[in-house]
């Protein structure tokens, strides 16, 4: 059972720098640091958006409008980071 809780927290871990891929990807390509027009820069940016909108799209749904500001990222990081302490903290003892 503790292998299968150390899986999860990996995957967690995993999911958590791909969050923060995305945000510096998109910062990256709304300030025009990256061709957009690359085909690897474009497979790239569709790929990361593959894997975190699923995740944030139910966020934003419960967000306010910030005015251009998108806070989802970091509302799903601390979600990620509470699921892990959880894990880590009450589940695996229990395990033990």
């Known amino acids: ?5 150390q ?3 990996l995957a967690l871990d995993l999911y958590w720098w791909i969050i923060i891929a ?3 990807f998109s910062w ?5 640091v990256v061709n957009s027009r690359n085909q690897f820069v474009d497979s790239v940016s569709n790929m990361l958006f593959r894997l ?3 995740a944030l799209r139910p966020i934003r749904r419960f967000l306010p409008d910030l005015g251009g500001i998108d ?3 970091i509302i799903l990081l601390l979600i990620l980071f509470f ?3 959880f894990l880590l903290t ?3 003892p229990l395990v033990v």
């Open 90 to 92: 009450t589940v695996a």
């Open 28 to 32: 990256l390509y709304a300030f025009n």
């Open 83 to 85: 699921i892990r302490q």
């Open 71 to 73: 806070i989802s990222p």
């Open 1 to 5: 059972m503790i292998a299968l809780i």
């Open 22 to 24: 995305s945000a510096i």
């Open 52 to 54: 975190t909108e699923p």
């Open 7 to 9: 899986t999860i927290v």
